[in-house]
Every structure is written in structure tokens, then in C-alpha cells.
């Protein structure tokens, strides 16, 4: 999936947290996911400087109908009054890996290997 981009003059970059992040969510990557619902979040604040933009990585745990749980990465970028995300579920193998032990422990088992290799790179991470 691709970037996705809108008008956002709610904050800067820098001033994105987790309050922004709770109803980013709800607004915007919940309509996205149907019919899929959200059961938790976590933010990782990103930072911004006059160089460079790190993202802010925001890790959703996913349930779809059927009961199975699954992680989502977004990656949050805020310029020029432009808010640019980007989801990706754990079954792509996402490169940002800093999913909190809270969330993978409640993650439904898998076979599927890019989210095995994501997972274990996640509780490297932690």
C-alpha cells in the first residue's frame, strides 16, 4: 500500500503524541482497516530537524471478525501542513520494528514468514 496524505495544521511533527495519535487512529486508520476493528495502539515518537525527519512509528493490534489478531505499522510523517502515513500489516515484514512486548504477546499465532521474522525482530528490540 502506498502513502496516503491530507491537510493536518493540528500540530507540528514534533508536537505529534500520544493524544494525536489516539485520534489519528480513530479518524483516519480505523476506516481503513473495516472490517477489521482496533484493540490497542503505540506510539514511538519520531523527531524532526532542520536535516532530516525521522517517523513517528505508530503499532496497531489489529482483530479481524473471525477472532485472529494481527499487528499494523503506520509511519507518520508531518510537513508543511501535510500529515503522510503509511500502514503495512506485519504479514508484509515491516522494517520498523520497535512493536512493544504488549502488543506482540497478544498477537495470534502465525506460519507466515515475513510476520514471524518481524515479530522476532520486534522482541529484539524490546
Known amino acids: 500500500m502506498g502513502a496516503t496524505g491530507e491537510i ?16 489519528f487512529m480513530r479518524s483516519n486508520i480505523e476506516r481503513e482497516i473495516k472490517p477489521n476493528k482496533m484493540i490497542a495502539g503505540h506510539l514511538v515518537p519520531g523527531l524532526q530537524t532542520n536535516k532530516y525527519t525521522i517517523p513517528h512509528e505508530l503499532y496497531i ?4 471478525p473471525s477472532g485472529i489478531r494481527f499487528a499494523i505499522v503506520v509511519t507518520i510523517t508531518i510537513e508543511h501542513s501535510e500529515i503522510i502515513w503509511r500502514n ?5 515484514g ?17 506460519k507466515q514468514e515475513y510476520s514471524i521474522a518481524w ?3 520486534c522482541k529484539e528490540n524490546y
Open 94 to 110: 515491516p522494517v520498523y520494528s520497535k512493536c512493544p512486548k504488549f502488543i506482540i504477546n497478544q498477537l495470534s499465532p502465525t
Open 61 to 64: 493490534l489489529c482483530e479481524k
Open 119 to 121: 515479530r522476532n525482530r
Open 8 to 23: 493536518y495544521h493540528e500540530c507540528r511533527h514534533n508536537d505529534f503524541d500520544a493524544s494525536r495519535a489516539s485520534d
Open 88 to 92: 503495512e500489516s506485519e504479514f508484509e
